[in-house]
């Protein structure tokens, strides 16, 4: 069993591609049929070789020596040579049959892509769902409509420039309320990120959504685990960016306050970044800003206020500034049927073994 997958494995070898930055590894869907069907034909051809030569045993039969031929018989010596010949059908039949039984076996290709290193950042976005954000927003560039929708449109552009800036990031986004929810995790599939910033950025789903309160703390908690679930913590490049009208409806977070849980970012080296949009003062109080701005500083990030469109803009592109860090990515692609060369390779053998008994009768005989 052991041999008959070394000597798959050797035929596989054949058809790797070279300079392909992709490694591609077969996998077999029925290989187990395959391997019993070839044992199966070699015990089949082994039986018919010991009933052969049975057959041809008679007793009292004995091997002798011939003599030289004369010269006269030269040629009838070389006729009964190019009797040997007539085994090359029955050969080029067996030859194709490791190529059938692979095909057989179904392979199927996965291109694995090797893992690349390269600059960018891990970013995880915050987008802020609660009744605060139910405000208006004049927008031109961006989506007009409340503050909500129109920081969905903010996170949306900000993603679009990791599409077309120099940088492998990787992103993840969390829309919170009273609660946090993590809707997309770490990835470089940026039309995915978008895809779900379309669904959560419209007005009925904001009215659908369940949290209205604000606890940013939670959000930002969620975030740092995140990171670690990851295992990117205290790497290079790790960054959260928050999109909030800044009002907190509570001053604690399971016995941590707002100073602990951005303590806990600092310590994982993740630097804040929060841009503040407008508030509606009537719905509450608001943290002043001072207390976001020397919050936010002791992690290494960012605070701020945005109090119009241009001002969330700019903030984007200073944060686009930033030094990127190292991202390892290893992607896959789908897996795709690999049973036709081996098909081929098989169909070749015997239509040769094929071609070589119709035109000569010597190749009709078993051997």
Same mark, same amino acid.
Do not use: C
């Given at each position: 069993?052991?041999?008959?997958?070394?000597?798959?494995?050797?035929?596989? #070898?054949?058809?790797? #591609?070279?300079?392909?930055?992709?490694?591609?590894?077969?996998?077999?869907?029925?290989?187990?049929?395959?391997?019993?069907?070839?044992?199966?034909?070699?015990?089949?051809?082994?039986?018919?070789?010991?009933?052969?030569?049975?057959? !041809?045993?008679?007793?009292?039969?004995?091997?002798?020596?011939?003599?030289?031929?004369?010269?006269?018989?030269? #040629?009838?010596?070389?006729?009964?040579?190019?009797?040997?010949?007539?085994?090359?059908?029955?050969?080029?039949? /067996?030859?194709?049959?490791?190529?059938?039984?692979?095909?057989?076996?179904?392979?199927?290709?996965?291109?694995?892509?090797?893992?690349?290193?390269?600059?960018?950042?891990?970013? !995880?976005?915050?987008?802020?769902?609660?009744?605060?954000?139910?405000?208006?927003?004049?927008? *031109? #560039?961006?989506?007009?409509?409340?503050?909500?929708?129109?920081?969905?449109?903010?996170?949306?552009?900000?993603?679009?420039?990791?599409?077309?800036?120099?940088?492998?990031?990787?992103?993840?986004?969390?829309?919170?309320?009273?609660?946090?929810?993590?809707? !997309?995790?770490?990835?470089?599939?940026?039309?995915?990120?978008?895809?779900?910033?379309?669904?959560?950025?419209?007005? *009925? *789903?904001?009215?659908?959504?369940?949290?209205?309160?604000?606890?940013?703390?939670?959000?930002?908690?969620?975030?740092?685990?995140?990171?670690?679930?990851?295992?990117?913590?205290?790497?290079?490049?790790?960054?959260?960016?928050?999109?909030?009208?800044?009002?907190?409806?509570?001053?604690?977070?399971?016995?941590?306050?707002?100073?602990?849980?951005?303590?806990?970012?600092?310590?994982?080296?993740?630097?804040?970044?929060?841009?503040?949009?407008?508030?509606?003062?009537? /719905?509450?109080?608001?943290?002043?800003?001072?207390?976001?701005?020397?919050?936010?500083?002791? !992690?290494?990030?960012?605070?701020?206020?945005?109090?119009?469109?241009?001002?969330?803009?700019?903030?984007? *592109?200073?944060?686009?500034?930033?030094?990127?860090?190292?991202?390892?990515?290893?992607?896959?692609?789908?897996?795709?049927?690999?049973?036709?060369?081996?098909? /081929?390779?098989?169909?070749?053998?015997?239509?040769?073994?094929?071609?070589?008994?119709?035109?000569?009768?010597?190749?009709?005989?078993?051997?």
């Amino acid at each position: 069993m052991i041999e008959i997958q070394q000597f798959i494995g050797s035929i596989q #070898r054949v058809f790797e #591609r070279v300079g392909n930055p992709l490694r591609e590894e077969l996998n077999y869907v029925r290989g187990q049929e395959a391997t019993l069907g070839i044992v199966v034909l070699l015990l089949a051809v082994i039986g018919m070789l010991v009933l052969r030569y049975v057959r !041809t045993r008679h007793p009292g039969r004995t091997d002798v020596s011939v003599p030289a031929l004369p010269p006269h018989r030269r #040629r009838a010596a070389s006729v009964l040579s190019l009797a040997v010949l007539r085994h090359g059908a029955f050969v080029l039949f /067996l030859g194709g049959l490791p190529f059938f039984f692979v095909a057989l076996a179904a392979p199927q290709a996965a291109l694995i892509q090797e893992e690349q290193t390269s600059p960018g950042h891990r970013i !995880t976005i915050l987008i802020d769902a609660s009744l605060s954000m139910d405000t208006a927003f004049s927008t *031109e #560039r961006l989506r007009a409509g409340n503050t909500f929708l129109a920081n969905v449109a903010a996170a949306e552009y900000f993603v679009r420039r990791r599409m077309e800036g120099p940088y492998h990031d990787l992103v993840s986004l969390v829309q919170f309320g009273s609660q946090a929810y993590i809707v !997309t995790p770490f990835t470089n599939d940026y039309e995915n990120v978008l895809l779900s910033m379309g669904l959560i950025g419209t007005p *009925e *789903e904001y009215d659908r959504f369940p949290d209205h309160g604000t606890l940013i703390m939670e959000a930002i908690n969620r975030g740092v685990q995140m990171f670690e679930t990851f295992n990117f913590l205290r790497a290079t490049g790790n960054l959260m960016v928050i999109f909030s009208d800044g009002q907190d409806t509570h001053a604690v977070y399971e016995d941590l306050s707002l100073d602990d849980i951005l303590q806990q970012a600092a310590d994982n080296d993740i630097p804040v970044y929060f841009i503040r949009t407008s508030y509606n003062q009537e /719905l509450g109080d608001l943290l002043p800003d001072i207390t976001w701005k020397l919050a936010v500083e002791r !992690t290494g990030g960012k605070f701020f206020p945005a109090a119009n469109e241009n001002a969330i803009i700019e903030a984007i *592109e200073e944060i686009d500034r930033l030094t990127p860090g190292q991202i390892k990515v290893q992607q896959y692609v789908t897996r795709h049927p690999e049973f036709s060369p081996f098909a /081929l390779v098989a169909i070749g053998f015997w239509s040769m073994a094929l071609a070589l008994v119709l035109s000569f009768r010597q190749f009709r005989r078993f051997p």
